[in-house]
C-alpha cells in the first residue's frame, strides 16, 4: 500500500511539472525556445495566490494566474517574433523579470493562508466509477480538480496536434516556417496565439503550487521547477501524452527525498535532492545519443524567422 | 503597407545610440513604476548612486561586487563567441570556489603566498573541469548544452548543501550548519584598500582581449562562432577548440568562486555566488561579447546591485523591486537590436528610420 501512497503523491508534484512542460511544449512546437518558464511560473503562482485571496474565489484565482503567464508570454513572444530578439537571452531575462515581479507583488502575502472556499475547491475527490479500477483508480482518480484539468488538458492537446488542421499548421510553422508561409499561413499569428496559451498554461502550473500543493505564498515556491519542465519537454520529445508519464516520474524524483527518510537509508537528503537534475541531465545525453527524426526538436527551434532570409 | 529589411551594415556609433536610448526607456519605465509606488523618481536614482559611490565604504563595495561579475563575464564570453549557451557559470564558480576551499580547509598552516596560488590553481581547475563535462557532451554527441549548463547549477548547489550540513559541518559552531571559516593565510590580501581580487580581474580581461583577438586560438573561437562548418572545412579541430575554450571559461568563473570564497566569506557556503552566475550572462550579452566593455558593464551593474540594497533601505523599496529594473533593461535592450539590424520601410519607399 506504502507504493500506492507515493505513486499517489508523485502525481500530485507532477502536476505543476505537467502543466508548464505542456505549455512549454507549445511554445517550442511553434519554433521558439522560451527559457523563461520558470519566471511565468512564479508569476502565474503569484497571481493566482493573490486573486484568489482577495476574492475567494477559485475560478478568478486559476483565471488571473492563466492571465498573468500570458502576459509574460506576451512580452516574450513580441520580443522573440515580432523583433526578432535572441531567444535564449530574452527567456532568461524574463525569468529575472518574472522573479523579480512575483517577489515584489508577493512581499504582502507572506504567511497568509489560502481562503475556505478556494481549499476546499482543491480538495481531493474520487471520481465514481474510474476511482474503482484496481491500483490505477487509488492513484489516478483519487485526487484533486487541478490534477484532473491536467489529464484533460494533455489529452486534448495532443488530439490538437496530431489530429487537427489547426495542430498540423502548428507544427508546420515550427519545422518549416518558410514552407508555412508560402502556403499562406499566418506565422505571426500563429506563434503569438500558441506562445501566449502554452505561457497561459506555465502560469496556471505555477498557481497550482501557491495554491493547492504548498498551499503558501513563499518567495521562489517553483523552485527550479521551470527549468526542470523545460528539460521534460526533451524527455517527452516534444509530445503531450509522453509528458503525462515524464510529469510524474520527475515528481516521484521530487518528493523520494523526504519518502526515503522514514526508511532510514543511509543517504543524505542533499544527495537525494541531486536525483531530478542528473535524472534531467541523463536524458538529455540519452537523446542526444539516439537521434531519431521524431525525437529530434523542431526544425525551427530557436531561429527567427524573417521573411526576406528565406 | 510597411515592410521590414535587414540594414545592409550595422554601424558601431548606431549600435551604442540604440542601447543607450534602451536603458533610458527601461530607466523611464521604471520612474514610472517608482512613482505607482508612492516614491519621487529622481530622489530614488540619485540615493541609488549615494548608495554606490555617497562613501568611502560604498564605492569599495561598489568594487567588490564589480569583481566577481567581471571574471565570470569573462568566462562566458568564451562559450558565447562560439554560440554555446553556458548557463552554468552559476555551478562553475560553485565548484571552483569547492576545489579551492578543500586546500584551504586541509592545510590551514600552509605559506599564504603558496596556500592562495595553489587555491587559485584548485579553483579554475574546479570550474573548468565542471564546464567540460557539458562541453564534451555537447562536443561529441550534440547534448543541448542549455539545459546541461543549467542542471549542473543545481548538482553542484545541492553538493555544497550537502558538504555544509554533512561532513564538512563546522563542529564549533553549536549546532549551526556553516562550514569552518578559512585560516588568515587562506584569505587574499588588500591592495589599495580593496582585497586583491580587482587587480586579477584586470589582468584577466587583458588577457582574455588579447586571447581573442591576437592569438591563433581566439580566431578559430571566432570562426567557429561564426560558423562550425567554415571551421571544419578549414581544417580545425572543432571538438577539441570547444573542449579548450569551454575549459579556460569554466576557470575563469572558478577563479571568480574562489575569490568569492577567500576574500569576501572567508568560507565556502551555499550562498558563496550570490547569483553572480546569472547575472554575468546578461553581462556579457549588453557588453556586446567585448572584453573590454564587460568591465564597464559589471561595474553599472554593481551600482545597479549596490544601489538597490541601499533604496531597500532609505525608501523600503524591496529586493525584487532592482531585479524588476534589471529584467526591465535587458529586455529593452534586447528588444532594441532589432533596430539595429532592421528599418523599417513603407510603401512610398521612404526609409523611414525609427528613433529607438
Request: charged letters at 10%; a positive charge; proline letters at 3%.
Amino acid at each position: 500500500m506504502a507504493i500506492i501512497v507515493f505513486l499517489n503523491a508523485a502525481v500530485q508534484a507532477g502536476t505543476p511539472l505537467l502543466f508548464a512542460t505542456l505549455g512549454e511544449i507549445i511554445t517550442e512546437k511553434v519554433g521558439n525556445l522560451n527559457l523563461g518558464v520558470e519566471g511565468l511560473m512564479l508569476m502565474g503562482a503569484v497571481a493566482g495566490f493573490k486573486i484568489g485571496l482577495l476574492t475567494s474565489n477559485p475560478y478568478m484565482a486559476l483565471l488571473g494566474a492563466a492571465t498573468a503567464g500570458a502576459f509574460g508570454g506576451l512580452i516574450f513572444a513580441f520580443l522573440t517574433v515580432s523583433l526578432k530578439a535572441n531567444q535564449v537571452v530574452t527567456g532568461l531575462s524574463l525569468t529575472i523579470l518574472g522573479t523579480g515581479l512575483s517577489g515584489f507583488a508577493g512581499k504582502s502575502l507572506m504567511g497568509q493562508i489560502v481562503p475556505v472556499e478556494v481549499g476546499s475547491f482543491f480538495k481531493a475527490f474520487e471520481i465514481p466509477g474510474l476511482s474503482d479500477i484496481p491500483i490505477l483508480g487509488k492513484i489516478l482518480f483519487n485526487q484533486n480538480v487541478f490534477i484532473y484539468l491536467g489529464y484533460i488538458t494533455a489529452i486534448l492537446l495532443g488530439i490538437y496536434m496530431y489530429r487537427t488542421r489547426w495542430g498540423l499548421n502548428m507544427r508546420v510553422v515550427g519545422e518549416n516556417p518558410s514552407a508555412a508561409d508560402a502556403s499562406g499561413i499566418n506565422i505571426n499569428l500563429y506563434k503569438y496565439v500558441h506562445i501566449l496559451f502554452g505561457s497561459a498554461l506555465c502560469g496556471l502550473g505555477g498557481a497550482y503550487l501557491s495554491l493547492v500543493y504548498v498551499p503558501a505564498w513563499q518567495e521562489n515556491v517553483t523552485a527550479g521547477r521551470g527549468w526542470i519542465a523545460v528539460a521534460l519537454v526533451i524527455f517527452s520529445t516534444w509530445n503531450p501524452n509522453k509528458a503525462i508519464l515524464g510529469a510524474y516520474f520527475f515528481g516521484g524524483l521530487d518528493i523520494i527525498g523526504f519518502r526515503l527518510q522514514k526508511f532510514d537509508l543511509s543517504i543524505s537528503q542533499y544527495i537525494v535532492d541531486m536525483f531530478p537534475y542528473l535524472a534531467t541531465i541523463i536524458v538529455l545525453i540519452i537523446i542526444s545519443l539516439r537521434k531519431s527524426r521524431e525525437n529530434m526538436p523542431p526544425e525551427g527551434l530557436s531561429n527567427p524567422y524573417f521573411r526576406e532570409e528565406r | 503597407m510597411i515592410r521590414i529589411a535587414a540594414r545592409s551594415e550595422v554601424s558601431k556609433n548606431r549600435n551604442i545610440f540604440t542601447r543607450i536610448t534602451a536603458i533610458i526607456m527601461a530607466l523611464m519605465l521604471s520612474a514610472l513604476f517608482i512613482v505607482f509606488l508612492g516614491h519621487d523618481p529622481i530622489k530614488v536614482y540619485l540615493s541609488m548612486l549615494e548608495g554606490s559611490f555617497g562613501s568611502v565604504y560604498r564605492f569599495k563595495e561598489t568594487i567588490i561586487s564589480t569583481i566577481p561579475l567581471t571574471i565570470t563575464s569573462l568566462g562566458i564570453l568564451m562559450a558565447f563567441k562560439m554560440k554555446f549557451w553556458n548557463i552554468g557559470a552559476e555551478g562553475q564558480m560553485i565548484m571552483g570556489a569547492f576545489f579551492a576551499s578543500y586546500f584551504a580547509l586541509s592545510y590551514p598552516d600552509m605559506n599564504r603566498l603558496a596556500l592562495l596560488i595553489v587555491m587559485l590553481i584548485a579553483g579554475a581547475i574546479g570550474g573548468g573541469l565542471w564546464a567540460l563535462i557539458p562541453a564534451y557532451f555537447k562536443a561529441k554527441y550534440g547534448t543541448n548544452e542549455v539545459l546541461f549548463t543549467l542542471m549542473m547549477n543545481y548538482v553542484a548547489l545541492k553538493w555544497i548543501t550537502y558538504l555544509q550540513y554533512g561532513p564538512w559541518k563546522d563542529k564549533n559552531a553549536l549546532g549551526f550548519p556553516k562550514i569552518p571559516n578559512f585560516t588568515s593565510n587562506a584569505v587574499l590580501p588588500e591592495f589599495l584598500g580593496i582585497h586583491i581580487g580587482w587587480v586579477i580581474a584586470l589582468v584577466l580581461t587583458a588577457v582574455v582581449y588579447v586571447f581573442i583577438h591576437y592569438t591563433k586560438k581566439g580566431y578559430e573561437i571566432n570562426v567557429i562562432g561564426e560558423s562550425e562548418n567554415t571551421g571544419a572545412y578549414a581544417g580545425m579541430n572543432v571538438r577539441s577548440i570547444i573542449l579548450e575554450a569551454m575549459f579556460i571559461g569554466g576557470a575563469l568563473a572558478g577563479i571568480a568562486g574562489m575569490i568569492q570564497a577567500s576574500a569576501v566569506s572567508g568560507t565556502l557556503s551555499v550562498e558563496v555566488t550570490g547569483g553572480v552566475g546569472y547575472t554575468a550572462i546578461i553581462v556579457t550579452w549588453l557588453s556586446g561579447l567585448s572584453a573590454p566593455l564587460i568591465v564597464v558593464v559589471s561595474f553599472l551593474f554593481a551600482i545597479l546591485i549596490q544601489g538597490g540594497s541601499y533604496i531597500q533601505t532609505a525608501f523600503q523599496i524591496p529586493q525584487s523591486a532592482a531585479q524588476i529594473l534589471q529584467g526591465m533593461i535587458l529586455l529593452f535592450v534586447l528588444g532594441s537590436e532589432f533596430f539595429v539590424k532592421y528599418q523599417i520601410i513603407f510603401k512610398n519607399n521612404r526609409v523611414k528610420k525609427e528613433g529607438m
